[in-house]
């Protein structure tokens, strides 16, 4: 599976989370690389490349499906939610049924 480069997602980190620190993207791309599963890695790299989305799932659940139950499109929020779901059920669920505050 080919892999997302570290400083590209970081730059795009940057860009869709303005606020966001240099190192801290880095260290959030860091994190989501060495997390996160080949099949959302499809995502992931989709997202980085500006492309539509795919709806890859795992377990029941899409980044799509996360993005509209929360009600936003916060992409990077959703994946992770799902990266935890792939990694514990239980945890995952409640992050991805997670309200706004």
Do not use: C, H
Not at 33 to 41: K, P, R
């Amino acid at each position: 599976m080919r892999q997302v480069d570290k400083e590209l997602l970081a730059k795009k980190i940057t860009e869709a989370y303005p606020w966001t620190k240099p190192q801290a993207a880095l260290d959030r791309a860091e994190r989501l690389l060495g997390d996160i599963s080949d099949e959302l890695m499809v995502n992931l790299r989709e997202w980085v490349n500006g492309e539509e989305i795919s709806d890859v799932r795992t377990g029941d659940y899409s980044v799509r499906m996360v993005m509209g139950i929360r009600g936003d499109n916060q992409f990077l929020d959703a994946l992770e939610a799902l990266v935890l779901y792939s990694k514990d059920e239980k945890a995952g669920l409640r992050e991805i049924w997670r309200t706004r505050k």
